[in-house]
């Protein structure tokens, strides 16, 4: 039986989206993925879905990543966040949050799949 992984995708710029998305399904070969991309962090948490992973970009219009992910730690203890961002100096932060890791942008696929393993 095949192992399905939920994954939610957060970032502003579509063109990131499907890149990211794309280097995902790559890696995911054995394994079934729901990918659910998305551009909206207020929508994200407002949807009441539920993730196994989270990649999540940091810097976004409205709420930012780092928020984002304390909201969604006050809920879900047990989802994997990994932050994606153009900014090497935010992945501190990421850590206040139980974050796995941080990839910074331009996102490769073995910079992508460290994480993920």
Do not use: W
Not at 46 to 64: A, Q, T, V, W
Not at 100 to 114: A, E, F, M, T
């Amino acid at each position: 039986m095949q192992t399905v992984y939920h994954i939610a995708l957060l970032d502003d710029e579509p063109c990131y989206t499907n890149m990211i998305r794309d280097k995902i399904e790559a890696f995911g070969l054995e394994e079934q993925l729901f990918i659910d991309p998305r551009n909206n962090v207020n929508d994200f948490l407002r949807s009441k879905h539920i993730y196994d992973i989270l990649l999540l970009d940091i810097e976004m219009p409205g709420m930012d990543g780092i928020s984002a992910a304390r909201e969604i730690r006050k809920t879900d203890r047990d989802v994997v966040i990994i932050f994606i961002t153009n900014m090497a100096q935010y992945a501190l932060k990421g850590y206040t949050v139980q974050a796995r890791s941080y990839i910074l942008k331009p996102v490769n696929y073995y910079g992508l799949s460290r994480p993920l393993q």
